[in-house]
């Protein structure tokens, strides 16, 4: 079994309320590293075996006609071990 | 005429929707998710509500629905379709109308009588307004917040494509206070606040939402959108 993650992340020119809000409640807490912070989605897709590159491709389109809003998000596709 | 009202897993609106339409002298017909036919309608109503609860992305599930493939194929045909509040998450996934839907600027969910105002009454559900016609009407949501893209914004404004603005302090972060836009055609419109809830003086703030259910029935009866 492997595992194929796919990260889907607003896009940079598009607001982010929800990083927004957790970037003003880490000084809160008394971390002051974070300059910005962005809030994404991670999928963890299993499936049988070692993926097979049209594996790859066909969650590649699953990543752009489901998994994501291209006109708001990018996503990247890759292969855990 | 026949006005058929869609009903996802988890949509809430969608008896008021039917009443509206009712109000306005049209019969409203139901339509379930599952169902691969649209029963005949003239037009269709998305209405509001949390369909299979927003997960993933507000209407990006409901988007895939098999109601939906005939739907998208008869509104790219000319056939009205009003999307209100989720329904309106729905016509960004489907990508019917440009931009998208994003948590509200603020963060909270928010329900409020909101003012609007009528920014291009030539569409299929705007035709019995006047244009700068200030309504109020309730405003309801998490993610009402419209995103598009410069050059997309500039297109909108260009070609008249925002058919009603918040008026007063913008609500939930959206671009240029849109409230609601159309396609190109003026057959599909995605409306942020809720006319249906503003039928009836008894349920709501007025009857300033009455308009769009009436307009779509002018529309037909003069012959639909060109």
Redesign the interface.
């Known amino acids: 079994m492997a595992t194929i993650v796919v990260d889907v992340m607003l896009k940079p020119e598009i607001l982010d309320p929800q990083g927004k809000a957790v970037a003003s409640a880490l000084p809160r807490l008394g971390f002051s590293f974070a300059t910005d912070v962005r809030q994404g989605k991670r999928f963890e897709i299993t499936v049988e075996g070692e993926p097979t590159a049209a594996q790859l491709a066909e969650v590649e389109i699953a990543a752009e006609k489901l998994l994501s809003n291209p006109v708001i998000e990018n996503f990247t596709v890759r292969v855990e071990k | 005429m026949k006005i058929g009202v869609v009903t996802f897993p988890g949509t809430l609106d969608d008896r008021d929707a039917a009443r509206a339409v009712r109000y306005a002298g049209s019969e409203a017909i139901e339509l379930w998710h599952d169902d691969a036919d649209l029963k005949g309608v003239d037009a269709v109503i998305l209405p509001g509500g949390f369909s299979y609860g927003d997960y993933?992305?507000c209407g990006?599930?409901s988007r895939?629905s098999p109601v939906m493939e005939p739907l998208i194929a008869a509104a790219k045909g000319g056939m009205p379709l009003l999307g209100i509040c989720n329904g309106f998450q729905v016509l960004?996934?489907a990508?019917l109308i440009?931009?998208?839907l994003?948590?509200?600027?603020?963060?909270h969910f928010l329900c409020t009588d909101q003012k609007i105002r009528i920014e291009n009454n030539t569409t299929a559900w705007t035709s019995s307004f006047s244009e700068g016609q200030e309504l109020v009407i309730p405003l309801k949501n998490g993610e009402g917040?419209y995103?598009?893209?410069d050059e997309t914004l500039k297109m909108l404004e260009g070609e008249g494509r925002i058919i009603a603005r918040y008026v007063g302090e913008n609500p939930n972060?959206s671009r240029n206070l849109i409230a609601g836009i159309s396609n190109e055609r003026g057959n599909i419109v995605g409306l942020m606040p809720h006319p249906e809830h503003a039928v009836d003086a008894l349920t709501g703030p007025g009857t300033d939402g009455l308009g769009f259910f009436t307009s779509v029935l002018k529309t037909m009866v003069s012959g639909g959108m060109k």
């Not at chain 2, 994003?102 to 963060?107: A, E, G, P, S, V």
């Open positions: 993933l992305r990006a599930i895939f960004a996934e990508h440009p931009g998208a994003t948590r509200n600027q603020h963060l917040s995103q598009c893209d972060g």
